[in-house]
């Protein structure tokens, strides 16, 4: 169920090459956070089948410095939610966002067959001068391309991922969805959609539109 967003850590596990008048400080970012988190994932592929819940802090650990898990579960929240939330219920949700978001892809990340990885350059005008974008492709082993594009913003000269593409359909916007029809499903319960938030749904609703 997890194949297509497995993808947003083969991203940063694959080789790739990047030519130097292509560089950016976004692609210089992805570069930078490739060794670490193929690091970790080769060096804990036992522990994984062991100890799970290890290999998952690992792997976030690994994560954290490139991709803005706190911006990202804010935008999923949305502004009025987010607004109306108390301090600890924000911090509460991040911290259950990115649990939930590393866990996912990484049992994922077991599974998942890929053949080989195509970077795709194509610099096309940023809508802010703070974000850039990064696409690519997968290629798995029935020869199936995904396309993803990542969005990084730059905040304080530090350039992290806050939103991914896959196969034209905005995860960010999916998931932010999903918040919003489980706080009508509860009766605005922050407590309760916290407690009971899972990617699921909103994952299931990205393999419907593959299949489309």
């Known amino acids: 169920m997890y194949r297509l967003l497995v993808v947003f850590l083969l991203f940063l596990l694959l080789p790739f090459n990047l030519h130097?008048?292509?560089?950016?400080?976004?692609?210089?970012?992805?570069?930078?956070?490739?060794?670490?988190?193929?690091?970790?994932?080769?060096?804990?592929?036992d522990t994984y089948a062991t100890d799970p819940e290890a290999f998952y802090q690992r792997l976030a650990a690994s994560l954290e410095p490139y991709v803005d898990f706190r911006y990202i579960s804010a935008r999923v929240m949305g502004g009025r939610y987010f607004r109306a939330a108390s301090p600890q219920q924000r911090s509460d949700f991040a911290r259950v966002f990115q649990k939930t978001l590393v866990e996912t892809f990484g049992q994922g990340l077991m599974n998942f067959d890929y053949q080989e990885?195509?970077?795709?350059?194509r610099p096309t005008p940023d809508r802010h001068e703070n974000q850039d974008t990064v696409e690519l492709e997968v290629v798995a082993e029935d020869g199936t391309r995904y396309p993803l594009v990542f969005t990084l913003r730059n905040k304080d000269d530090q350039w992290q991922i806050i939103n991914l593409i896959v196969n034209g359909i905005n995860l960010g916007l999916t998931f932010n969805s999903q918040f919003d029809?489980?706080?009508?499903?509860?009766?605005?319960?922050?407590d309760q959609v916290i407690a009971n938030w899972s990617p699921d749904q909103a994952l299931d609703d990205i393999d419907e539109g593959e299949a489309e």
């Open 181 to 190: 029809q489980a706080m009508r499903d509860q009766q605005r319960d922050f």
């Open 117 to 121: 990885f195509d970077l795709v350059y």
């Open 20 to 45: 130097a008048e292509e560089e950016s400080p976004a692609y210089q970012l992805v570069a930078r956070g490739l060794d670490e988190v193929t690091e970790v994932f080769e060096n804990n592929r």
